[in-house]
């Protein structure tokens, strides 16, 4: 390649990696900071709402399908829950994700004598957060293919940044570090995206795969057998009558005795599925690594698999 080629598309590259910082970067910023935030989602949603956690004492006195009524009641009419998720630690709520027409809402409940300790809709600081970090805010608009789109932006930015710092003679020592001659807002920036930009590419090239899962399974298909995907699963068409949550756990911690249940998805639909969370001995996962599938009604095992 001739000098005169080499500086042209040096000087394309420029502009790429300027223009995506100035416009998909600073969504990407945003949800850099929303992501650092949700890390301690828990703490935080703790410290501004103390009450949600003033538990009485440890223990469950309830079945589950009773949290599930009690939280539906205090929704109120053609409220259904979704998600029952059990205490993450010895003591704490119950936390109960219900879908009503005012949209998805969270009620707290202390599980040692039913009582409601709080409710939290969508515009609430975490679920809102949740939310604009997962999908942008605009689920029902391909949020979540935008994030992923702003995902692959950010896998540019990084890879060109690296393009474009990379030295043009052999590596020295200083090529590491601070540069005679640039000043320091530009001396910052090499430094300092140098450092972070395999960070960068790493957290963008997972979050494309979060983005577009199908996409990202035929990807690794192309190159490995992967296991079949657990997302929108269905459980054939049977009739008779639907397990209850509590025997839907009961069967999943059959199938792993030493795991404790962490969160129970409740099937949505006539071909919905049980979707049990549970934690295996030394999982510090917030809601446990395993999860089984189980059919309602003909109360069997369909897959065992990841949570999501």
Same mark, same amino acid.
């Given at each position: 390649?001739?000098?005169?080629?080499? *500086?042209?598309?040096?000087?394309?590259? +420029?502009?790429v990696h300027l223009?995506?910082?100035?416009?998909?970067?600073?969504?990407?910023?945003?949800?850099?900071?929303?992501?650092?935030?949700? +890390?301690y989602d828990h703490e935080i949603d703790e410290w501004l709402h103390p009450v949600r956690y003033a538990v009485n004492g440890s223990g469950s006195a309830f079945k589950l399908a009773d949290y599930a009524?009690?939280?539906?009641?205090? +929704?109120? #009419?053609?409220?259904?829950?979704?998600?029952?998720?059990?205490?993450?630690?010895?003591?704490?709520?119950?936390? +109960?994700f219900v879908r009503a027409e005012a949209g998805l809402q969270r009620v707290y409940i202390d599980p040692s004598d039913g009582d409601v300790l709080d409710r939290a809709g969508s515009r609430d600081l975490i679920?809102?957060?949740? *939310? /604009?970090?997962?999908?942008?805010?605009?689920? #029902?608009?391909?949020?979540r293919e935008l994030v992923g789109i702003v995902g692959i932006a950010m896998l540019v930015s990084s890879l060109s940044g690296i393009y474009l710092w990379w030295p043009r003679g052999r590596f020295r020592r200083k090529d590491f570090g601070f540069r005679r001659g640039p000043v320091v807002s530009r001396n910052l920036h090499l430094t300092l995206g140098l450092y972070s930009s395999l960070v960068?590419?790493?957290? *963008?090239?997972?979050?494309?795969?979060?983005? /577009?899962?199908?996409?990202g399974r035929a990807a690794v298909g192309a190159l490995a057998p992967v296991s079949p995907s657990t997302r929108?699963?269905?459980?054939? #068409? *049977?009739?008779?009558?639907?397990?209850?949550?509590?025997d839907a756990a009961a069967i999943a911690r059959a199938q792993l005795p030493d795991a404790a249940v962490t969160g129970v998805g409740?099937?949505?639909?006539?071909?919905?599925?049980?979707r049990i969370a549970l934690r295996e001995p030394g999982d510090d996962g917030e809601r446990g690594g395993a999860v089984i599938f189980i059919d309602p009604r003909a109360a069997t095992v369909l897959r065992r698999g990841p949570w999501r």
């Open positions: 390649m001739g000098d005169a080629l080499k *500086s042209r598309t040096r000087a394309i590259w +420029v502009q223009w995506l910082g100035l416009t998909l970067g600073v969504i990407g910023a945003l949800l850099g900071i929303s992501g650092c935030i949700l +890390v009524r009690i939280a539906e009641k205090e +929704v109120g #009419e053609k409220a259904r829950a979704g998600l029952i998720r059990l205490p993450d630690r010895e003591i704490g709520p119950v936390i +109960v679920p809102w957060m949740h *939310s /604009f970090h997962e999908s942008l805010m605009l689920r #029902e608009y391909w949020g960068l590419a790493m957290l *963008s090239f997972t979050g494309i795969f979060l983005s /577009f899962p199908d996409a929108g699963m269905q459980a054939p #068409e *049977s009739q008779g009558r639907p397990l209850t949550p509590d409740i099937p949505a639909g006539p071909r919905g599925v049980y």
